[in-house]
């Protein structure tokens, strides 16, 4: 135990997304330096302390369903001079992973955090994606249910900078089919298993990269980073027609049509037709 009384530290530690070799010296020495580790499963943080040969005090769960609570004792322990190390599963926390709500209230409380940087999937997939990185924006885990998904692959449509998105592996052909349907044509990056010996990326559009992992369904086994390229019209203002009907399937064909009809032109009795074959 840290038997010092001054008021101890937070350190966010990134770990392994896949390869072992990619824990840091310094993320070691922190995790067997620290009083308290907080993990999100501690059966897995467990084996890689152990795979890592690093030698720990105290292992404690911090995840979706207990951090809210957590959050007080680890604010005790800090007033009690203990320094704390904070892990998830793998790659850096609080992105797409527990912890947020411990260190926002350790942040507006004024204790002191330290980030012990690693390991992050979306970055290193980022990094090898060949889209531009200059502007990109995380979306984290789309909603699972398809029509809530492609709601929100509406509103990414419009992105002029890269989108990120994480899936699973049950998912991912249905995802990849609703951007096909909401982004037609439009360029994905799918990065799968990164830092790992079947590490894969694939390029395409939602409709090529489907048939793809249909032809090979070892490509849907694995983590997935999704990367989307921007839109090049510039925004909402030059969505396809597509997009714009997908985004209007929940009004009556009556009005769906009448704003057809006003954004592109034609008559509303064929726009009608259209949208109700």
């Known amino acids: 135990m840290n038997s010092s009384t001054a008021q101890g530290q937070l350190a966010v530690v990134a770990t392994p997304i896949g390869n072992l070799a990619d824990l840091s010296e310094r993320a070691k020495q922190t995790l067997a330096d620290a009083d308290v580790i907080l993990a999100e499963d501690t059966r897995n943080t467990k084996q890689l302390l152990q795979l890592a040969g690093v030698h720990y005090q105290k292992l404690v769960s911090l995840h979706e369903h207990n951090e809210v609570e957590r959050a007080k004792q680890v604010a005790s322990w800090l007033d009690a001079g203990q320094n704390l190390a904070l892990v998830s599963d793998a790659g850096t926390p609080l992105i797409s992973d527990p912890g947020y709500a411990v260190v926002n209230l350790l942040r507006e409380a004024g204790y002191d955090l330290v980030a012990v940087p690693g390991p992050c999937a979306l970055i290193a997939a980022l990094s090898i994606s060949g889209l531009p990185t200059d502007r990109f924006t995380f979306e984290g885990f789309l909603p699972a249910k398809s029509g809530a998904r492609k709601k929100r692959l509406q509103e990414i449509a419009s992105n002029t900078g890269t989108s990120v998105m994480y899936e699973s592996t049950h998912r991912i052909e249905d995802m990849l089919a609703d951007i096909g349907e909401t982004m037609p044509g439009r360029q994905v990056v799918i990065a799968r298993e990164l830092t790992k010996k079947f590490e894969t990326v694939l390029t395409g559009t939602g409709e090529t990269l489907v048939d793809q992992l249909k032809a090979d369904p070892m490509q849907k086994k694995g983590e997935f980073v999704v990367m989307v390229a921007g839109n090049?019209?510039?925004?909402?203002?030059?969505?396809?027609?597509?997009?714009?009907?997908?985004?209007?399937?929940?009004?009556?064909?009556?009005?769906?049509?009448?704003?057809?009809a006003q954004l592109f032109g034609g008559n509303k009795r064929e726009w009608y037709a259209k949208l109700d074959s």
């Open 232 to 260: 090049p019209e510039g925004g909402a203002g030059q969505l396809s027609e597509q997009q714009v009907i997908a985004a209007l399937s929940e009004l009556p064909t009556k009005q769906a049509a009448k704003i057809m």
